[in-house]
């Protein structure tokens, strides 16, 4: 029974071979995207799951909340701060405190030359490398391959490796001959390997490789880097974990924050430390640190309802497809039925049939999803791949078979079983579904309302792309090159490579400085005015030289510029920071003096600088301050002559910067960016969403295209005889063409109407993600449906030119 139901089902589906086409072609996409989408979530919702007692593992985060409505959330944290939890509150099983290390390392090898690795490039890359009290073993557990974990890190000048990054270090050698070797950090920091651990083969976050005691920090050169006494300054690369005792909630630890910043953190007294959980670090971008690939869980939860229209609009063409050749099928049916055929049998015929048409598009989708992952590798994360004989796989393909061979196929096979054997014979149908056709219709305003979802949300994304790109954000961007240099090299090398670039011809401006105006990692810390009752705020810097200012372009409000230092001697602080401090005019925060929590420096104001946006424009501006300290400016942007100048001649200055560079830094890799990339670089997640709503829009318009296609081809043959009446009786081509698509036009429009509050509600919400924004004004719905409505007209017009040009004849002389 079930292989007649198969050569049954076979011969149908190559006796329509277009309809066939179509259905394959939209299902495959349909199951292409929501596979590809499954792969994408699994391997994102999977991250940092594995971890034993998972529940119980939390990062300290602060709050910080001042006046004007300034605030801030912090994943870094004060370096002595988890120490003192540690002692000073109850309610842990563990507390542990890592920092973020960026080295280059070198590997002795006997009397060979030693292996060299270049160090990562912070803020750009994830490091391997942490400096990790031994408490951060009793947090996140590993297998121990050599070496204990509760002496591996009990004193200074020791590392533990991961197996991998012990065999990259060492070669193939036994681990036991590994244990007591010495790796170099930044070229004087001699460690000895005290343990090795299996590496992590699961999605994580804490993909750490190189262990170093944190009782090293003190006793090192690395003491000047991370402060262990500061209560004042946070550390970006700072990170404190805690593991709660058992039976014991965040809330309950929480409780005893206030009192604990109240004790210690007096120059900071609005902070609010929390508890944030472990599973919640890979989605929460509001949280930055140098060692997570944070996603956004709502775009998550949007890609799988992007999968799942997409493959409803797929089901949708099979519906409609399927019901309007209804008329095509229904002598069969009534043969059927005339032969004892019960309504149960042919249900099941139409569903075997449907299932056929949806396992050619499974495996369709199955062929095309890894080409089509590599395709999108800016958009996909690296690892995410088609392993098909997984079970999870499996699985997830049998109920998408199963789902999509019911979703498309019940309602036809419905449908065609329950025609009347009397008019089925007669070549009639069911008469209330052709004559009306009100659920085709309305599946053709579902396919074409999401297709034009898609568009709006497209075109507001791409305005509100193009606004943020093009926006002025107070300071130049153009011909501006930046130079990071290894912040582990002695700082007077920079000095020595940027008098070397002063030689370059094509190079009109240079400074030094910490970062750049837009950066997401500028420092924080407090700053007050000095005297009692003086205003305190959280505050942004930067470190630079007086040529920050004309080589940015940033404008002076009032006072002068600062002049280069060794030591922090004076500060320029934006508008923000001034009204933020209660001066009412710049002119009132000249001369005035300011203490942070640098160090505890107290300085004067030399100058106000008119605000810009030294971040995102996700954020309103904020209190920022500029001040020179000469050993901390280990970047270099430089200003690229322009006038009359041609991409020819930047790549000559270029290599002749590359030139220095070597002399310089003869060890380290040369690497540089234009500064407007680097602005660019800040609206990735903004791209990406551009990138995915385009490859969404295109797949939903192919879909309810090839649908429209199907249903004008079988609408202009159903009409046939009617056209050829109307052009016997005097009807014009033109008039024809109108007459037919009139109908699906008005289909489209009503589509418009129902998108176009429902497109508004969503993009509106997605824009309150940006303090700086546009409106979403009325062309862009008016476009979008002009855009629909061209692209249905042309879908259907090549059927209605063709029908409309065919001879009355043919279609009349066999009556």
Not at 202 to 210: G, I, L, P
Request: charged content about 20%; proline content about 4%.
């Amino acid at each position: 029974m079930i292989r007649n139901y198969l050569i049954t089902a076979w011969r149908n589906i190559s006796r329509n071979k277009l309809y066939t086409l179509i259905n394959v072609l939209g299902l495959s996409l349909g199951v292409s995207a929501c596979l590809i989408i499954y792969l994408i979530t699994s391997f994102e919702l999977n991250y940092d799951t594995f971890h034993p007692d998972k529940e119980r593992i939390y990062r300290i985060v602060t709050h910080l909340q001042f006046k004007e409505g300034d605030a801030s959330d912090i994943a870094g944290g004060i370096t002595i701060l988890p120490s003192r939890l540690r002692t000073e509150l109850s309610g842990f099983e563990n507390v542990a405190t890592f920092c973020n290390y960026f080295p280059k390392v070198s590997v002795p090898s006997g009397g060979h030359i030693a292996k060299k690795f270049d160090a990562p490039k912070e803020g750009g890359e994830a490091s391997p490398v942490i400096i990790a009290e031994p408490q951060y073993f009793s947090i996140f557990k590993y297998k121990w391959l050599k070496g204990e974990p509760s002496t591996a890190l009990n004193g200074p000048f020791k590392v533990v490796l991961s197996e991998q990054e012990a065999h990259k270090y060492f070669g193939s050698i036994p681990l036991d001959d590994i244990m007591g070797r010495e790796i170099i950090y930044n070229d004087s920091l001699r460690v000895a390997v005290s343990g090795i651990v299996k590496d992590w083969n699961k999605n994580t976050d804490f993909a750490f490789k190189d262990f170093i005691s944190f009782a090293t920090i003190p006793n090192s050169f690395v003491k000047n880097d991370i402060d262990l006494k500061n209560w004042g300054m946070w550390e970006f690369n700072s990170q404190g974990f805690v593991k709660l005792a058992k039976n014991v909630t965040a809330a309950q630890v929480e409780k005893q924050f206030p009192a604990f910043v109240k004790a210690h953190m007096t120059q900071d007294s609005k902070a609010k430390l929390s508890l944030q959980p472990i599973n919640d670090i890979h989605f929460n971008n509001l949280y930055q640190d140098s060692y997570s690939r944070q996603t956004h869980l709502p775009t998550l939860y949007a890609l799988m309802a992007i999968a799942a229209f997409i493959l409803i609009i797929a089901a949708i063409n099979f519906i409609n497809l399927s019901t309007a050749q209804s008329l095509r099928r229904a002598k069969e049916v009534g043969v059927r039925k005339a032969l004892g055929g019960s309504k149960a049998s042919l249900t099941f015929q139409f569903l075997i049939e449907t299932f056929a048409v949806t396992v050619l598009a499974v495996i369709l989708a199955i062929v095309v999803t890894n080409p089509i992952i590599a395709s999108f590798h800016s958009l996909i994360p690296k690892g995410v791949k088609l392993h098909l004989l997984t079970p999870q796989v499996l699985l997830f393909l049998f109920l998408l078979i199963f789902i999509t061979s019911l979703l498309a196929g019940f309602y036809p096979a419905r449908v065609l079983s329950s025609y009347l054997p009397g008019l089925s014979l007669k070549g009639q149908g069911s008469p209330n579904l052709n004559r009306k056709s009100y659920l085709r219709k309305t599946l053709i305003i579902f396919q074409f309302t999401v297709s034009l979802i898609f568009i709006i949300g497209t075109m507001v994304i791409g305005s509100q792309l193009h606004f943020i790109l093009n926006k002025d954000l107070g300071f130049n961007r153009d011909a501006i090159v930046t130079i990071p240099t290894d912040y582990n090299n002695k700082a007077e090398r920079v000095l020595v490579f940027a008098n070397k670039l002063k030689e370059i011809p094509g190079i009109t401006l240079i400074s030094r400085h910490q970062q750049t105006p837009a950066s997401q990692r500028h420092s924080g810390t407090i700053i007050n005015v000095k005297g009692a009752g003086g205003a305190k705020i959280n505050a942004s810097f930067d470190l630079c030289d007086e040529n920050y200012l004309p080589l940015f372009g940033l404008r002076l409000l009032a006072g002068r510029n600062i002049a280069h230092s060794d030591t922090l001697k004076e500060f320029l602080i934006n508008e923000t920071c001034a009204k933020a401090l209660g001066f009412i005019k710049p002119e009132d925060a000249v001369g005035k003096l300011l203490t942070t929590g640098i160090g505890g420096y107290t300085c004067p104001v030399s100058g106000v600088v008119k605000d810009f946006h030294s971040q995102s424009l996700h954020d309103p501006i904020v209190p920022f301050f500029m001040g020179s300290l000469s050993r901390n400016e280990r970047s270099i942007s430089l200003k690229l002559a322009t006038q009359g100048k041609q991409a020819v001649d930047f790549k000559k200055t270029i290599s002749r910067v590359e030139i220095a560079w070597k002399q310089v830094y003869p060890e380290d890799k040369f690497e540089y960016h234009f500064f407007d990339d680097t602005i660019a670089a800040m609206y990735d997640k903004e791209q990406k969403t551009s990138q995915l709503m385009n490859t969404a829009m295109l797949i939903a318009i192919f879909i309810s295209c090839m649908g429209l296609f199907g249903l004008a081809t079988f609408t202009a043959q159903q009409r046939l005889k009617e056209i050829s009446i109307r052009k016997v009786l005097g009807a014009s081509v033109s008039g024809i063409v109108t007459m037919l698509s009139r109908d699906f036009l008005i289909l489209v429009v009503i589509a418009l109407l129902i998108a176009s509050p429902i497109a508004y509600y969503f993009m509106h919400q997605w824009l309150q993600n940006f303090a700086y924004r546009v409106d979403i004004s009325w062309w862009i719905f008016v476009l979008s449906g002009s855009g629909a409505i061209l692209i249905a007209l042309l879908t259907i017009s090549f059927q209605s030119i063709k029908a409309a040009l065919c001879n009355p004849v043919k279609s009349l002389k066999s009556e």
